[in-house]
């Protein structure tokens, strides 16, 4: 039974599907980590079409993934984050881009899942927001950040490299 799940952001799919990405590695530990420890890997319809801008919908593993419609309990949990980023903007510091509403739309996606306990990205500026919203409320959902091993998050040995 999977107790436990984690939603998978553009970014980590990007560097899992491509070989020559620096953070390639990481993202398939991660991938391997999750299967074989019973998580229910989840994407969002807003990942799907961010991915699918330079990449195709046949690429994504998605026999191993529940697909997340963004919904209605999404959209006003969205409109709170989107709210508190706002405000705080120029607290933010964001240096690669300005803030983007999806950011805030996956997050109440995974705030909103009873079984997502993590959001996966590699995306500095999105943790930046998810650690402000962390600050001014609750939320229901970890961030792992992708730049770090998936053996350094959870404490494990690679037995498998």
Avoid: W
């Amino acid at each position: 039974m999977k107790l436990k799940g984690v939603l998978c952001d553009t970014s980590f799919f990007i560097r899992l599907l491509d070989k020559n990405d620096p953070l390639h590695g990481n993202a398939k530990g991660y991938f391997r980590f999750f299967l074989e420890n019973n998580y229910e890997l989840f994407i969002s319809t807003i990942a799907i079409s961010e991915y699918c801008v330079r990449g195709s919908i046949d690429e994504l593993p998605l026999q191993n993934l529940q697909i997340v419609p963004f919904n209605f309990d999404h959209a006003l949990r969205a409109s709170e984050f989107a709210r508190i980023a706002f405000e705080s903007k120029g607290d933010l510091n964001l240096k690669e881009r300005k803030i983007i509403p999806n950011d805030t739309k996956l997050f109440a996606q995974a705030d909103k899942n009873g079984s997502v306990i993590a959001y996966i990205s590699s995306d500095k500026e999105s943790l930046k927001i998810y650690n402000l919203l962390k600050s001014a409320i609750s939320v229901n959902f970890d961030f792992i950040d992708l730049t770090v091993p998936y053996d350094e998050s959870f404490g494990i040995l690679d037995l498998y490299e």
